[in-house]
């Protein structure tokens, strides 16, 4: 048999990854940063191009990472991570006739002012900034123009990945299912860290389809709804509200599990953001395991002595789950 009869293309995406963006918006003396990696994959009539190397139908990944700098520079998004994915995206498929989709993936890096002393006051200063945290903000968008150019529909969904916490107590483990296999102790007092990967989804958006010759007229559609844009893909506010979300219902939970903690934080961002309709983490228990001193006659294992602790690299649990609106 030949190989041809054998196996067939079934799916197919290419573009460039890992397109490091700096920008700067100079607003007078005021300027805004944002610095993004970013990732933009076609999908479309391309199949030749792997079947009968046909390069004719691919635009260059390296056109793909130039046109990912051109818009840095003459959007008027930047700034927003998800309307400049969006941006970038409508713009693949409305200016390739072959291309029907495009994946844009836009990692945002922390930027945030420095305070200086003014007049006794600390101010934010208006063009220097620091690394105020290794998580990044994540936003990935589909645009898909499958269903007509003229009818390009944009999937949005962002959230942070790699948020960092910790906490020294406040979180237990007990009561768990037992059989032979168990050796673990339940506790009532332990060390909660994880490193939290958060995503929440959005309902489709109608995209209205550049109509200049070099597709740069994207404008971000006005959402309808009495509630303007209050946790829309739009409301700027979003990514906050959930962080903070986050974070203060992992400190202020008296956590009986990163099952139940996780649960919480999910229903804190659906109640506090009315169009997201799932939110899903994905949590590690990253364990901390108190150092046996019993040889040496010091009690550093009963939770109320525990002090010293071995922070465990491999394995850590792993916590997942979707919450949906219903
Ligand atoms: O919060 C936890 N959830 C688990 O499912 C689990 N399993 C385990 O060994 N420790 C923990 N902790």
């Not at 995206?89 to 990692?107: L, W």
């Amino acid at each position: 048999m030949s190989a041809s009869t054998l196996s067939e293309l079934t799916a197919a995406r290419y573009g460039k990854t890992s397109v490091r963006v700096f920008r700067v918006v100079r607003e007078g003396s005021w300027q805004h940063i944002v610095e993004y990696n970013v990732e933009s994959l076609l999908e479309g009539a391309i199949s030749t191009s792997y079947t009968e190397a046909d390069n004719s139908v691919v635009v260059a990944t390296d056109s793909i990472k130039n046109i990912t700098y051109y818009l840095a520079k003459i959007s008027p998004h930047i700034l927003n991570a998800e309307k400049f994915a969006l941006h970038l995206g409508t713009f693949f498929v409305s200016k390739y006739a072959h291309i029907s989709k495009a994946f844009v993936t836009v990692e945002q890096l922390r930027w945030t002012r420095i305070q200086v002393p003014d007049n006794g006051k600390l101010v934010e200063h208006p063009h220097a900034f620091f690394r105020d945290g290794d998580d990044k903000r994540i936003v990935k968008v589909e645009v898909d123009g499958t269903a007509g150019k003229d009818k390009l529909v944009g999937k949005v969904v962002a959230g942070i990945s790699d948020l960092l916490v910790l906490k020294s107590t406040g979180s237990a483990f007990e009561n768990f299912f037992r059989d032979e296999f168990t050796t673990l102790v339940p506790v009532n007092d332990r060390i909660f860290s994880t490193s939290v990967d958060l995503t929440y989804t959005f309902a489709d958006i109608a995209l209205p389809a550049p109509t200049d010759e070099k597709k740069f007229d994207f404008v971000v559609p006005v959402q309808k709804g009495a509630d303007g844009y209050a946790g829309s893909v739009w409301d700027e506010d979003v990514p906050a509200r959930a962080r903070t979300a986050t974070l203060e219902t992992f400190a202020v939970d008296e956590s009986a599990s990163v099952q139940a903690t996780l649960y919480k934080m999910a229903q804190r961002i659906i109640a506090e953001n009315a169009h997201v309709s799932t939110v899903s983490y994905s949590l590690p228990n990253k364990h901390y395991i108190p150092v046996d001193m019993k040889y040496i006659g010091v009690d550093n294992t009963t939770p109320a002595h525990a002090e010293v602790f071995v922070p465990i690299a491999h394995p850590s649990g792993l916590i997942t789950a979707t919450i949906s609106r219903k």
